[in-house]
């Protein structure tokens, strides 16, 4: 790892000097790095499993899962590779590289109902280099960690948090605006494009990447601190007065770092899960057509966005009294909350799909419940409609109860609040445990076991559910929160700042 030490040049922490401004306007930089990042992903997380349909109607729920997994899968690869990259050359040279592909990727998703066969697998690459490319999380994070002393970085992370919720929020709202382009939309040139609901959030995606590149290139400048304020030299460090660099003092606690990568697994695993599951779970269990799917989780998404800007405004005065631990715990409770409302129960059932029944596609023998089935929806001019209900491919339709609307916006809140308290805590206390280390390759691989878990997450929950579900998957999902909580109530005393250890040591 790249050694350092303070710069012979202390610059005070009061607001004025050029150099303070500097580094707060890089961080700023990053902060809208971060929320154009989750614009760029939540802008068509709505419309994938419509989209996907609609491209092959061979593709079920269980390949969305994988169309889902495809973007965490590439994340994960690109995180460390990243990282790496950052603690050795300056951060803007893989920031453009990969907000570049992501650009790329974003263009390759509007195009793939073009070709003439294996569409959904073209879907499955352009997801999977979206999340290549959005590898940089962890330089990002590295950046902020780095660029912010001790007293400074909750506040940051939390800011940062909140601006990924912002883009959280403003993505589904821009998917939810677009969806009224609907399915056909209009014709762009002569090679076969079409810009409508589904293609146009891509587009709109790789025009704020481009903006992206730009500021990174024209406003970027590194910066890096001690854990009291203090300058340092660094291996990327644009400076021609580098000195040679001294060892920190003191390792890194590995059962910390273990401790917190699995704990961030099981976080991003349980978001994985809702954000996969939502549209699907909603069209079987009320019976929503596509457009209304798309358009409704867009709007209770972007609800949960400004849900979690609050939740971030209250963690950053809780952590503050209380601590990074207890926040993190209480965030894990509630999110055991949530998924124990959404469990199923109750003596109504969802509505059947009709058209497997019409058009002979389902064969089975043993439907004889005496539950409602709806009728084939007519279709719009425009066929945007499509089939309502419970496809009865998945046989659990016929004998599990429904999951009324009440207990989905219900678990929706708990979760939303859980998972923002969970996730800003997650990434301060995960930089404090490494201290003035450099962040940027361990901060790549809690970024890789994030994406791992958004990876297994979707394969899960889609496979499960459509074979088993919501009763069987979600009530595995309540206990692996439980074991999460346990995990960090075992560990608890570990998972302190690096600076507190060695205290600790250096007074024993």
């Not at 419509?50 to 079920?60: N, T």
């Not at 405004?313 to 209480?330: F, N, S, T, W």
Request: hydrophobic share 50%.
């Amino acid at each position: 790892p790249a050694n350092i030490q303070p710069a012979a040049n202390f610059y005070p922490d009061d607001g004025k000097d050029a150099d303070y401004k500097s580094r707060w306007r890089s961080i700023r930089i990053m902060y809208f790095t971060m929320f154009l990042s989750s614009v760029g992903f939540t802008i068509v997380i709505t419309s994938i499993w419509p989209y996907l349909q609609k491209i092959d109607r061979g593709a079920d729920a269980s390949f969305l899962g994988w169309v889902v997994a495809a973007y965490s899968l590439g994340q994960m690869v690109a995180s460390p590779l990243f990282g790496l990259w950052s603690n050795h050359r300056p951060r803007r040279e893989p920031l453009a590289c990969s907000l570049l592909i992501n650009v790329g990727a974003n263009v390759y998703y509007a195009l793939v109902a073009l070709p003439l066969a294996g569409n959904r697998y073209h879907m499955l690459a352009a997801r999977a280099l979206v999340g290549f490319g959005a590898g940089n999380v962890a330089v990002v994070r590295s950046y902020v960690a780095g660029a912010t002393s001790l007293k400074e970085r909750t506040n940051a992370m939390a800011n940062m948090s909140a601006c990924q919720a912002l883009g959280f929020i403003l993505g589904p709202a821009l998917q939810a605006a677009l969806s009224f382009i609907g399915e056909t939309g209009v014709a762009v040139g002569g090679g076969g494009l079409r810009l409508n609901m589904y293609t146009s959030p891509a587009l709109l995606a790789a025009l704020l990447g481009v903006l992206n590149i730009l500021l990174v290139m024209l406003v970027l400048r590194e910066h890096f601190v001690d854990d009291e304020g203090r300058h340092l030299c660094a291996i990327n460090y644009e400076s021609e007065d580098q000195v040679e660099l001294q060892e920190a003092e003191g390792d890194i606690d590995p059962i910390a770092v273990l401790t917190s990568n699995l704990l961030f697994f099981v976080i991003m695993f349980i978001f994985a899960v809702f954000e996969t599951i939502a549209t699907p779970l909603s069209m079987d269990m009320f019976a929503w057509a596509r457009t209304e799917a798309v358009l409704y989780n867009g709007i209770i998404l972007c609800a949960i966005g400004f849900e979690s800007i609050a939740v971030f405004l209250v963690v950053k005065v809780v952590a503050q009294r209380v601590g990074d631990r207890p926040v993190l715990l209480g965030g894990l409770s509630i999110i055991f909350c949530g998924f124990f409302v959404l469990l199923p129960w109750g003596d109504q059932y969802p509505l059947l799909q009709w058209e497997d029944i019409k058009n002979n596609s389902v064969v089975n023998q043993t439907f004889s419940s005496p539950l409602s089935i709806t009728p084939i929806a007519p279709g719009a001019s425009n066929g945007t409609v499509g089939p309502r209900g419970c496809p009865l491919a998945q046989s659990w339709c016929q004998y599990t109860p429904s999951i009324h609307l009440g207990q989905f916006v219900s678990a929706d809140v708990l979760i939303g609040a859980g998972y923002a308290a969970c996730n800003v805590m997650s990434y301060t206390l995960y930089s404090k445990i490494l201290g003035p280390k450099p962040q940027g390759v361990y901060m790549g691989w809690l970024t890789a076991s994030g994406s791992g878990a958004r990876t297994l997450g979707p394969v899960f929950v889609s496979n499960v559910y459509t074979r088993l579900g919501p009763r069987w998957a979600f009530s595995v999902m309540c206990g692996l929160v439980a074991a999460g909580v346990a995990l960090l109530a075992a560990l608890y005393r570990r998972l302190v700042p690096f600076s507190v250890r060695h205290r600790r040591a250096r007074d024993t």
